[in-house]
């Protein structure tokens, strides 16, 4: 099984529906994050956390929200989706006291009709 | 802020030939620096990384050079294979702060 695990792995929705996506880990590590892929314009950070009760906002929040349920889980949501957002999702580990070495799920890919 | 800028692709190479990606980065302080790929279908890894000026980062065949007086971290591969066709992707890391990427680099390998 992969150390990081993301759900669905391709979705199709409508604008203006509420999606989640969901990311587990078993790499033990304590921060989680969350990244956009577009063509072009490489990775992009939506939200990270590095413990359960830590949230922060990356460079593009606006339109998502994300829940840290326990160390293992963290999810995305698009409480709205708009067409714009379609788009590749990662979500990624790394380990506080490592290299700073990122460890990437194998990605959501999100179609917003 | 700190950014990553890397050559524009696709880059097509027929088996075998010489491969250069360039990377060039501006940062504060001293930044660790990472080429990471991305195979069809999957998610990142990482591909090599060096942590001070002067180190060399190499795997399966790939190899970079931490330079600090150029700012660069070009990615060299001496005879590409079709499975090397993939995009990659240049990084820096400063302790304290988040993961910076270039835009990627799509790399075509025709038999």
């Known amino acids: 099984d992969a150390d990081v695990t993301q759900t669905p792995r391709n979705r199709i929705t409508k604008t203006g529906k509420r999606i989640m996506l969901e990311c587990s880990q078993t790499?033990?590590?304590?921060?989680m994050y969350w990244y956009r892929q577009d063509p072009g314009l490489g990775l992009r950070l939506i939200y990270y956390?590095?413990?359960?009760?830590?949230?922060n906002k990356g460079e593009i929040s606006d339109g998502y929200s994300v829940s840290r349920q326990a160390q293992a889980k963290f999810s995305l949501s698009l409480e709205s989706a708009i067409p714009n957002q379609t788009a590749l999702y990662f979500c990624?580990?790394?380990?506080?006291?490592?290299?700073?070495?990122?460890?990437f799920g194998e990605g959501s890919r999100l179609t917003v009709l | 802020g700190d950014s990553v800028t890397q050559m524009e692709g696709p880059v097509t190479l027929s088996e075998e030939a010489f491969l250069t990606i360039n990377c060039t980065y501006t940062?504060?302080?001293?930044?660790?620096l990472f080429w990471y790929v991305q195979y069809p279908g999957e998610g990142l890894q990482l591909l090599l990384k060096?942590?001070?000026?002067?180190d060399k980062g190499s795997n399966k065949g790939f190899e970079a050079t931490y330079r600090k007086e150029t700012t660069s971290f070009h990615l060299e591969k001496g005879s590409v294979q079709v499975s090397d066709s993939a995009v990659y992707f240049c990084?820096?890391?400063?302790?304290?702060?988040?993961?910076?990427f270039g835009p990627g680099t799509r790399l075509s390998v025709l038999p």
């Open positions: 990624a580990t790394s380990d506080f006291q490592g290299s700073g070495e990122l460890f």
């Open positions: 790499k033990g590590h304590d921060r």
């Open positions: 956390s590095f413990d359960v009760k830590d949230i």
């Open positions: 940062a504060t302080g001293y930044p660790s």
């Open positions: 060096a942590t001070k000026a002067d």
């Open positions: 990084a820096l890391w400063n302790y304290g702060q988040n993961f910076v």
